[in-house]
């Protein structure tokens, strides 16, 4: 009896002094350990204290790029697939050791919080494709700086593809806003890795200033223009800020290479937000010395909208026919066609409402 409550003091004081003796590992540790042998079937292990490791044939073909480079004695990191196998080895795992170390400095990169440089390898309808630390990753159309989303989102969507495909070999600096390596999801922004600097940039500028900039890019919503004294920054015209008349088209206006004025009328977040219109006099301040109720009119149709139609009468005033004056949309399409030019006449001027309303000569 004493024997064995000795026995069980000595190893309670090993377990105290020396709890390395009693480690084992478990599935999904990663070791650390050398090459004993190398064969076209397997590798063995020494894992020290844990005995013996093996990789197996098929994990050196999934891992035959690292393979190559070992030899025995060459120190090596691989995860534990099984504790005990049917041989006696600790059954291992290169490549899954490689992809769990690379998810850990993903990881590490994402708690940083920093801009890193990628370098684009492929491109699919939705983005751009990349790889960070040997894992694919993804950057979504939507996540493209200001720089390359006009280009590449405005385009039709037949010329999208031909848009990100120029960006294919491209370094690109990001952030990473998605990780998850169970679902092998790898989601970056280069919007996100742009926006401090372009809150830093906008410092520079103030409401109210006029500047000279370059369009370089023309969208649905608007027109963006960079900045001749600093490409780098690059400000938004609302489609409402091209003119004073209704815009359906940007390109009506402006298209890409054209060299404008225009005034800062905000900055928010990094944000500037342009205007063409606030540097032109405002037209329907002397509208009245051009147009008055009962003139006839003529006046080319523009475009439709819900409520009528909206008709170009020169180069600077639009005039307004509602719809009801029809008796409905599919009837005014019956008198009117986009485009062509009929004669009006002008049932009141609103200087007020910047609104010009318009009956059709009967």
Known sequence: MNIVKNG???????????????????VGDIVE??????????????????????????????????????????????????????????????????KQK?????DELRGKDEAFTIKITG??????IANVKGIPAFLPVSQLAADHYPKAITAERTEIGSALQKLVGEEISVKIIDANPRAGKLILSEKEATEISSRELAKNYEVGQTVDGVVSGVADFGVFVKFVDNPAVEGLIHVSELDYRIVENPKDVVKVDD???????????????????????DPWMVVANKYGENQEVKG???????????????????????VTEFGGAEEMRKHLTIGKEYS???????????????????
């Open 8 to 26: 069980m003091l000595i190893l309670t004081q090993l377990a105290k002094t020396s709890p390395q003796i009693f480690s084992s590992v478990k």
């Open 33 to 98: 350990g050398s090459v004993l042998d190398k064969s076209s079937r397997a590798i063995l292990v020494n894992l020290g204290r844990h005995g013996t490791g093996v990789v197996y044939r098929g994990e050196l073909q999934n891992a035959r790029e690292l393979v190559k480079s070992l030899e025995v004695g060459s120190p090596i990191h691989a995860k534990v697939i099984e504790v005990d196998n049917d041989d006696g080895f600790v059954e291992l795992s290169l490549s899954e050791a490689g």
């Open 102 to 106: 690379a998810w850990g400095e993903v």
């Open 123 to 128: 491109f699919n309808k939705g983005g751009l």
């Open 259 to 281: 060299v404008v004025k225009a005034k800062i009328v905000d900055i928010k977040e990094g944000k500037i937000s342009l205007s063409l219109k606030a540097l032109k006099p």
């Open 300 to 322: 080319k149709v523009y475009m439709f909208n819900p409520f009528g139609a909206i008709v170009n009468l020169d180069e600077t005033y639009q005039g307004y026919v509602h």
């Open 344 to 362: 009006f006449v002008v049932d009141a001027v609103k200087p007020q409402e910047r609104k010009i309303t318009l009956k059709l000569k009967k």
